[in-house]
């Protein structure tokens, strides 16, 4: 009997449901960008407006308001008269930009990680018309100059026209 009630404990453990996981144990480490965004290190695009002027060398990107959605213009400069420019609008959802240029053919998802935008690698064919020679929009990475609309509203294309301006 002793030996009995000895097990009776370990029997009694053997047969309960086992214990729930943390989201965190189940889940694993978070991803990087997920922890940097927690500790404030990278801004959380959610909570991010696009308004503002981009650029990376002699590439520019503006975004403005535009009723619900916003105005986008691109500009690409290669020198020597290769060059890219387009006007058109974006939606957003979430991380995803959703560009419409040209007169709407030239249409893809960008990247937007709250600081920096990114265009595809491959672009639709129409894309290539706002386009001069071998430029091209594919691939385009710009980083977030300034959160000011007029400074987005105030850039200017290869033609000095301003993509950006709200008509």
């Not at 006007?87 to 600081?115: M, N």
């Not at 400074?151 to 033609?159: H, I, L, N, P, Y």
């Amino acid at each position: 009997m002793i030996r009995w009630a000895a097990l009776l404990p370990v029997l009694l453990l053997a047969s309960c449901p086992p214990r729930p996981h943390d989201a965190a144990e189940t889940s694993g480490a978070p991803d990087l960008e997920t922890a940097a965004i927690a500790r404030g290190i990278v801004r959380d695009p959610r909570d991010t407006e696009p308004t503002g002027l981009y650029a990376r060398d002699t590439d520019r990107v503006c975004i403005v308001p535009k009723g619900l959605d916003y105005r986008i213009g691109a500009f690409v400069d290669y020198g020597e008269g290769i060059t890219c420019n387009a006007a058109g609008s974006v939606t957003r959802s979430g991380e995803t930009l959703r560009v419409r240029l040209g007169d709407g053919k030239c249409s893809f998802d960008a990247r937007f990680d709250g600081d920096r935008i990114t265009f595809p690698g491959r672009l639709p064919d129409a894309c290539a018309a706002l386009c001069t020679q071998r430029a091209s929009l594919a691939g385009l990475e710009v980083t977030r100059l300034s959160e000011s609309l007029s400074e987005a509203a105030a850039m200017r294309d290869a033609r000095g026209r301003l993509p950006c301006t709200t008509r």
